[in-house]
């Protein structure tokens, strides 16, 4: 499926909030300290006399958190404060998004407010807004609730507390993501949502959940203008 500029700009002019996932429109966050290691650190550091924790074969740790909190909820405080420290430190050699400051920058001209809403530990976010100084380009950012991975989308926990801080409806708002899940949470929130899709195959998957359009790179959000 392709959108034409045109048809985009008509998708964005009622939106005045734009709900973005981090992980692949913002950045790269595992670009630098990959994955599948900083799952093998976390199943490291949870490892005790009873042996690994549920689901230590993951290569996604976030997928390991969710794994751990079905399977053994009392170890989800460590698991999750040991991800938000491992979370901070992939987010220091994280590969920023091409096209991804360019599409706040757009926001920001057209007088639209962007809130970062992610799986991610919310300092992680916070950390990658500070360095790469983009807190005016920001207005807020949701990462997971800690000790609470059932916040994680697909559920729309984290849109609604955004919509909630941001005092909008679903209506004026549209959550951009590169993953089905986002696209469900979305709709679970009641808010359209467009596709990032930054690999192969994705635009389909996308397209079949539900996203009013897919984007292949950032750049042509940002392009999509004022309207
Ligand atoms: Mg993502």
């Known amino acids: 499926m392709s959108t034409t500029r045109e048809e985009l ?21 595992f670009a630098g300290f990959p ?16 042996g690994p924790p549920p689901g230590h074969e993951l290569t996604d740790p976030l997928a ?12 989800v405080p460590a698991a999750d404060g040991a991800l938000v420290q491992l979370e901070v430190e992939a987010v220091a050699h994280a590969r920023p998004t091409e096209g991804a400051v360019q599409f706040l920058e757009a926001c920001a001209a057209t007088d639209r407010q962007v809130w970062l809403v992610s799986n991610n530990a919310t300092a992680a976010l916070d950390r990658y807004v500070d360095t790469h100084q983009l807190k005016t380009l920001v207005a807020g950012c949701f990462g997971r609730v800690p000790g609470r991975p059932q916040s994680m989308k697909p559920s729309p926990e984290l849109l609604l507390a955004t919509l909630r801080a941001a005092h909008a409806e679903p209506a004026e708002a549209i959550f951009i993501g590169d993953a089905v899940r986002d696209i469900e949470a979305a709709h ?33 959000l940002a392009q999509a203008g004022p309207s």
Do not use: W
């Not at 599948?36 to 006399?49: E, I, K, S, W, Y």
């Not at 009641?190 to 790179?217: D, E, H, R």
């Open 35 to 50: 994955a599948a290691d900083v799952a093998r650190r976390l199943a490291d550091l949870l490892t005790g006399p009873d």
């Open 188 to 220: 679970a929130a009641g808010m359209s949502a467009i596709g990032y899709a930054n690999k192969p195959g994705k635009a389909q998957a996308l397209t079949a959940a539900g996203a009013v359009s897919v984007v292949t790179t950032m750049r042509a």
């Open 9 to 29: 700009a008509a998708i964005l002019a009622p939106v005045r909030h734009v709900l973005l996932d981090f992980d692949g429109p913002v950045c790269s966050v």
């Open 64 to 75: 390991m958190l969710r794994h751990i909190a079905d399977a053994r909820p009392e170890l």
